[in-house]
Nanobody, 126 residues
Framework: QVQLAESGGGSVQAGGSLRLSCTVR????????LGWFRQAPGKEREGVAT????????FYPASMQGHFTISQDNSKSTFYLQGNNLKPEDTGLYYC???????????????????WGQGTQVTVSS
C-alpha cells in the first residue's frame, strides 16, 4: 500500500516562499505519477503539478506555470513543491498524491490519483 505524508505548510506573507515536502512509501519497482493538489475554501480541488518517478518529467497546468516547481530526491522517496511570490489566493489545503502510471497513461493526466496524504495548510497573508 502506498503511503504519503506532507510537511512544510505554514503561514507566509504575500510575496514570500514556501517549500512543501512529501515522503512516499511505495513499490519502487513500479513507476508512479506523483502530484500536488490544493483546495481553497469554497473552491474545487485543483491540480498544481505532477512528476514521474521514472523520468522526472514534470507537468504544470497553464495557470500554475512559472508559479510552482515540483522536484524529487534521487531516491524518489521524497518530493517537493516550491512556491515563490505567493499570493493570498494561494491559501489552501495542499495535498500530495500518487498513482501508478498505467499502460498508455501519462502523468499530465490529473485524474485518477489513488493515494493521498492528509494535507498541509498554507496560509498567505496580505
Amino acid at each position: 500500500q502506498v503511503q504519503l505524508a506532507e510537511s512544510g505548510g505554514g503561514s507566509v506573507q504575500a510575496g514570500g516562499s514556501l517549500r512543501l515536502s512529501c515522503t512516499v512509501r511505495r513499490d519502487t519497482s513500479t513507476t508512479y505519477c506523483l502530484g500536488w493538489f490544493r483546495q481553497a475554501p469554497g473552491k474545487e480541488r485543483e491540480g498544481v503539478a505532477t512528476i514521474s518517478t521514472s523520468t522526472s518529467s514534470t507537468f504544470y497546468p497553464a495557470s500554475m506555470q512559472g508559479h510552482f516547481t515540483i522536484s524529487q530526491d534521487n531516491s524518489k522517496s521524497t518530493f517537493y513543491l516550491q512556491g515563490n511570490n505567493l499570493k493570498p489566493e494561494d491559501t489552501g489545503l495542499y495535498y500530495c498524491a500518487a498513482k501508478k502510471r498505467a499502460y498508455n497513461s501519462y502523468c499530465y493526466d490529473l485524474g485518477d490519483f489513488r493515494y493521498w496524504g492528509q494535507g498541509t495548510q498554507v496560509t498567505v497573508s496580505s
